[in-house]
């Protein structure tokens, strides 16, 4: 659920599209469930999975992620999170062992190095950057291993890309240290790295997808790769509520006037089938969109009534659609000729001090007002 995440590790052996490992038909079967938000499905088939194929390289972590991915759509923040923790020190031994067995096989060291990092989540969710990076370090170091010694395997490109593109937002300590380590600490190498396991890799692809697409609609401010990338996320997940979220946006950016409200509807039809949990996380991010589009439509009271229900009504852990929802905000009151609330919407979004395009955009139109495009 929590694909805004830019230190997302998750990713899924090349070798799985050739049904190389006994097993691999199920994992297969969960993963496709799991990315369909059939939770409770997901659970069951990798849960079966990892009884009956233990020695399987990727189904230890996936079920973790499967497990973590269902709270997150049923609890609350804190209790998928400490579900996250105590399952991955639950599989740290398992993949001691299997690494231990399999020496011979980089797949296993693949997956072992993810789960060491995957804990990095949990500290991202608390912006304690410094504690982020040194929890993600460790896995890191083994995952860049397999890459240099298994080049063939390009899902590994997706966390050395999430790693060379996180340093470069961060401070100096963290950059001077991920470019010590001999990576390029920028942002481009990032994107770089995770684009080729979007157009290379077997399975990091959905994964790889879903954060280029995050990144280029509310980082990169670039809706023209975000709409590639996530319109192929919604042709092989059509029932992905966050992968058609992602399309509306950068449906809407790019002026794609023309398809934008059959994709409004698909949505509102996703919105039954949503957990309570996901309704209040996903609710706030649909009204942020609807805003969007009836500010392109210069609609400016529509645009502000939804904005305003996406702020009163943000329950997210990362913040930053509620910067969109702030900035916009203001640009709205702008276009409304109210200086005074534009204002302070804009110091509403720059409080918020994350790393989203938003930032600059709020620091230029506090000093000079946004007069449309």
Not at 36 to 56: C, G, K, M, W
Not at 174 to 184: S, T
């Amino acid at each position: 659920m929590v694909r805004c995440s830019i230190i997302t590790l998750i990713f899924f052996s090349t070798l799985f599209s050739k049904d190389y490992y006994e097993g691999d038909h199920l994992v297969k079967d969960g993963v496709y469930a799991l990315y369909n938000y059939e939770f409770d499905s997901a659970v069951t088939i990798l849960t079966n999975a990892r009884d009956q194929y233990p020695d399987h390289p990727g189904v230890h972590l996936i079920w973790v992620a499967a497990r973590w991915v269902r709270s997150q759509a049923n609890d609350s923040f804190e209790e998928a999170n400490i579900l996250l923790e105590t399952d991955l020190v639950l599989i740290q031994p398992v993949y001691e062992e299997l690494v231990d067995r399999f020496d011979y096989d980089q797949t296993y060291q693949l997956y072992r190095g993810s789960a060491l990092s995957l804990s990095a989540r949990v500290t991202l969710g608390k912006k304690k950057w410094l504690k982020t990076f040194f929890r993600a370090y460790k896995g890191f170091s083994i995952i860049d291993n397999v890459a240099k010694k298994s080049p063939e395997i390009k899902d590994a490109r997706l966390p050395i890309g999430i790693v060379e593109y996180y340093s470069a937002m961060s401070n100096i300590l963290i950059k001077w240290a991920v470019e010590l380590y001999g990576l390029d600490a920028s942002r481009e190498a990032g994107l770089n790295e995770i684009s080729m396991a979007a157009n290379e890799g077997d399975w990091a692809w959905i994964e790889a997808k879903g954060i280029l697409s995050f990144l280029y609609l509310w980082v990169e401010d670039e809706p023209i790769l975000a709409f590639k990338h996530s319109k192929d996320l919604v042709a092989h997940f059509p029932k992905n509520y966050y992968f058609n979220l992602l399309l509306l946006e950068s449906m809407i950016r790019i002026g794609n006037s023309q398809n934008i409200k059959a994709i409004i509807e698909d949505i509102e039809l996703l919105s039954p089938n949503l957990t309570h949990r996901q309704k209040e996380w996903y609710g706030s991010y649909f009204d942020y969109e609807r805003a969007l589009f009836f500010f392109h439509q210069k609609k400016y009271s529509d645009a502000l009534e939804f904005l305003n229900s996406a702020i009163n009504s943000y329950t997210a852990e990362l913040d930053i659609i509620l910067g969109n929802a702030y900035l916009l905000q203001g640009m709205t009151y702008d276009m409304m000729n109210d200086r005074n609330e534009a204002k302070s919407s804009y110091k509403k979004c720059l409080k918020l001090d994350n790393f989203s395009s938003t930032m600059n955009k709020a620091k230029q139109y506090l000093n000079q007002p946004y007069q449309g495009h």
